[in-house]
Each structure stands twice: as structure tokens, then as C-alpha cells.
């Protein structure tokens, strides 16, 4: 598909948007008037298909031991329909990966807009402290930030400078709201082609996000905004010949110190640091479908690419997916794409950022863009790029909201092979006896180490 470019907002909601954002000292006042408390704009838009933001959704929080996902907006139709007859009139509104995948019969239901997107108190009041604190690190925004915790880092985009807004878009969304500590029960991959879908992976998961300890302070943070161990062949997973494998994976916000990977080898009870798992690498758990840094629409380190600020646009994407947990993965998981009877696509405003890939760095998908939701600054869709220009992967991130968390926090994610034509999912979804679950945590169970050290010593054999 050639490439096009978007023409972003018109020139007098540009000026708009550049008068509240781009500012030498930014303004607190903005995120208690005019933008919500993580930076998003309050306002709907002129034709009411984007609501205005009245505090998202939330709900009294749930015993550790529930289960927390929710069915939501059950009673909904949807507004319109996107399918090859009539996206022409909507090309606006669709990004060009999303345009690609029309074109191999997507089709997209579009419901009524919810900014479902929320957080606790503590995190909007850290969002706050953040604004005008934060700082990129000198030698380039993609290097890392200091003088943020626990909420948004940039929550006022540099608008007036591109590589630093693109880095600052891009630390908002590997550092997004996901909760502090969740246990995930059951959480596959899947490779899906014309032959049908195969499980390539499935474990449960502890993910820890020190970055927002409620008890923690920017005196006590560490740098690791991300740590997770994942459980591959327990008693709620697959397949059998990953039984007792353990993961555990730190990420920080300070890319002078790379991100770590430790993996328990099978039948020895042995840790080793895994250096490579990054970056470019194929991601063993989709058999090589896609790369470490496909996932969530990006992934991991972002020190490979220069950032840019683009724009900001309303963008049809994937919101409150809800429904998809409660799927099972043959339904859902259709050839070509998700079943779009079971998916939910709401129109949002979206943050644009591209990247390109810096002089002397190998990463096979040489640009990138990423269109960022502005209520929860996640990634929602991406499109890659390879050397010779050509768009060869779409890359989704479907999220669904949590109440009780609160938060509208990951679902799930997908990279398509456009070339090939098949496509790797990732999340929340029922398969054959094994039933998916999320709870929200509210202390570290004993077994739930994040450090490899205790990991060798709890290893089985």
C-alpha cells in the first residue's frame, strides 16, 4: 500500500493544541481545567462522536481472590460499519495499517465512544509532580528520563519539539497505568495462518510495576518501571513441554543499564541471563512471528530508534475489548484477523509518533509509527517499515477497562506479517479446558520473586 501521510487537525485546533501544550514551563493548572490529570484533552470533540472525559469508569475494588474482568456495554450496536465498499470515505480516521488489513477483509464495527480510562488518586497526584520535574536524558530523549514516579512522566508533550515530544511519547507508553501488581491466569500466544491457529505459548504471570508502588517515592524507585515472572507449564498453562519453566524480566527507564532476561533451562534447576531476548530478536513465544520489541504494539528498550512527534488526529482504534477475554481463541482468533464481531473499535484521539532507526543499528523494521490513545498514552496501533520503505507489519494493542483496578489498562496484542499474511496473538482468552483470569494484587505472595537468584532456588527440576 503506498504511503500516506496524515494532515493532523486543522490550523486553528492546531494552535489550540499547541497553546496547551507547548509551553517553556508547563502549567499545572491545565491538568485540573482543560486536560484530565494524566494530560489528555477534557473536551469531546465538535461532532459529539468523542465524548468529554467525566472521570473515567471505576468501581469499589475486589477481594484479591476475584477475578476482576468485567463484561461491558453488552446492550451496545454498533454506530457504523468499515469494511473495502466504504472505507474510502473514512480514510481520515484509519491508519494505513488498518487500511492494509481492510484490504484482506477486516472489517470494523465501530461503537459509541467510552473514556473509560481512569486511575487511582495517587497516581493522578504523582502525574502532577511529575509535570516540569521530568527530564530526558541529555544525550537524547531515547536514552531514558529521570525525575518521574509513579504517573505519567510527560503529561504535557513537548509539541514545539519533536524529538523530545517523540520521546516523551514514547516513555508514556512503555511506562502507561497497568496497575501495580497483577497476577494473570493463563495467558497463551498464538500463531494464527490460513491452516488454523497453533498455541506456540501459554503460562501465567506475576507483573510487578515498581514505577508505581503506592508506598514508593522517587527517592526509593530503583529505575525499573516494569519486572514480570511469567510460569510457562503450570497447572493453568501449556504446552506440556515447558513444564517448570520460569521468566523473569526487568525493564528500565535508564537505557544505559539494558533490559535483563533470566530463563530457568528446563530439567537443570539452572538460571542464565538470556542478553539477547531484545530488540529485534524473533520472541520465542510466537515461534518467530515477531520480534521482543513487536509486542504492545512496542516493547522494551527504545534506544535503537530516534523519536518524533508527528501529531495528534482522531483515530478509529481498538477500545474497552472487553469481550475478548470472555472469547474463546477459536472464535476470536479468525484467519487474516481478529473476528470482528467479537472486537470493539471506538474513535479516539490519538498521539502520532514515528521512528526511525538510528545510523550503525540493525533492526529489520527500519520505521515505525505508533498512534498513542491520549487518555492512557498506550499504543493502540503501529505500522512498521522495512529498509526499502515497504509497510510490512501491523501491530495492535487491544485494551479492555478494569473498574475496579481502576484503569482501561492491556487486553491483549497482535503483530501481522503483511507480506505472509499471518499474524501472532498474545493475552487474555480461553482455550480448550484452560479459563483466563486476571486479579489485581494487593502484596507480594511469597513465591512471586522477581529476582533470579530466588529463582534458581524455588526452581524444580
Not at 519539539?161 to 516513555?171: D, E, K, T, V
Not at 533470566?262 to 518467530?288: C, S
Amino acid at each position: 500500500m503506498k504511503r500516506r501521510d496524515f494532515a493532523v487537525y486543522s490550523a486553528a485546533s492546531l494552535t489550540a493544541l499547541h497553546s496547551a501544550y507547548a509551553q517553556s514551563v508547563p502549567n499545572h493548572i491545565l491538568l485540573t481545567t482543560s486536560l484530565t490529570p494524566l494530560g489528555a484533552e477534557r473536551a469531546g470533540n465538535a461532532d459529539g462522536s468523542i465524548p468529554a472525559w467525566t472521570g473515567g469508569l471505576t468501581a469499589p475494588a475486589l477481594p484479591a481472590a476475584h477475578p476482576v474482568d468485567v463484561q461491558l456495554f453488552t446492550h451496545e450496536k454498533p454506530v457504523l460499519t468499515i469494511d473495502t465498499g466504504n472505507m474510502g470515505a473514512h480514510l481520515n480516521q484509519l491508519t494505513p495499517g488498518t487500511q492494509a488489513l481492510l484490504q484482506t477483509g477486516l472489517r470494523l464495527n465501530i461503537y459509541p465512544a467510552h473514556r473509560t480510562a481512569a486511575a487511582p488518586q495517587y497516581v493522578y497526584d504523582n502525574t502532577a509532580q511529575n509535570l516540569g520535574f521530568a527530564t530526558l536524558d541529555p544525550r537524547g530523549g531515547q536514552f531514558g528520563f529521570n525525575g518521574a514516579y509513579g504517573g505519567a512522566p510527560f503529561p504535557i508533550i513537548d509539541t514545539a519539539n519533536p524529538l523530545n515530544g517523540g520521546a516523551q511519547l514514547i516513555w508514556n507508553h512503555l511506562t502507561a497505568w497497568n496497575g501495580y501488581l497483577r497476577f494473570s491466569k493463563f495467558t497463551p500466544s498464538f500463531v494464527v495462518t490460513n491452516a488454523g491457529l497453533t498455541l506456540s505459548a501459554a503460562a501465567s504471570a506475576h507483573s510487578l510495576h515498581p514505577y508505581y508502588n503506592p508506598n514508593g517515592s522517587l527517592i526509593t524507585y530503583t529505575g525499573y518501571y516494569s519486572q514480570s515472572r511469567s510460569y510457562y507449564g503450570s497447572v493453568t498453562a501449556m504446552p506440556a513441554e515447558g513444564l517448570a519453566q520460569t521468566l523473569v524480566w526487568h525493564s528500565n527507564n535508564v537505557t544505559l543499564w539494558p533490559d535483563i532476561v533470566w530463563t530457568e533451562q528446563a530439567g537443570q534447576g539452572r538460571v542464565r541471563k538470556a542478553p539477547y531476548l531484545a530488540y529485534g530478536t524473533p520472541n520465542p513465544d510466537t515461534n518467530g512471528s515477531a520480534n521482543m520489541d513487536e509486542a504492545s504494539c512496542f516493547n522494551g528498550n527504545p534506544v535503537q530508534y530516534d523519536w518524533h512527534y508527528i501529531g495528534k488526529q482522531e483515530m478509529y482504534v481498538p477500545y474497552n475489548c472487553n469481550a475478548m477475554h470472555f472469547s474463546t481463541a477459536q472464535d476470536l482468533l479468525l484467519p487474516q484477523a481478529l473476528n470482528a464481531d467479537i472486537v470493539r473499535w471506538e474513535k479516539h484521539r490519538v498521539w502520532i509518533v514515528e521512528a526511525t532507526l538510528r545510523p550503525g543499528v540493525i533492526n529489520q523494521l527500519a520505521r515505525r509509527r505508533l498512534y498513542l490513545d491520549e487518555d492512557t498514552w498506550q499504543a493502540l496501533l503501529g505500522e512498521a517499515y522495512d529498509t526499502s520503505g515497504a509497510m510490512v507489519k501491523h501491530h495492535t494493542l487491544y485494551n479492555r477497562c478494569i473498574p475496579s483496578m481502576p484503569g482501561t489498562v492491556t487486553q491483549g496484542w497482535a503483530a501481522h506479517d503483511l507480506r505472509s499474511g499471518e499474524y501472532v496473538y498474545s493475552g487474555s482468552v480461553n482455550y480448550a479446558s484452560f479459563t483466563a483470569a486476571e486479579y489485581i494484587m494487593t502484596k507480594m505472595p511469597d513465591h512471586a520473586v522477581f529476582d533470579p537468584q530466588e529463582q534458581a532456588a524455588m526452581a524444580c527440576f
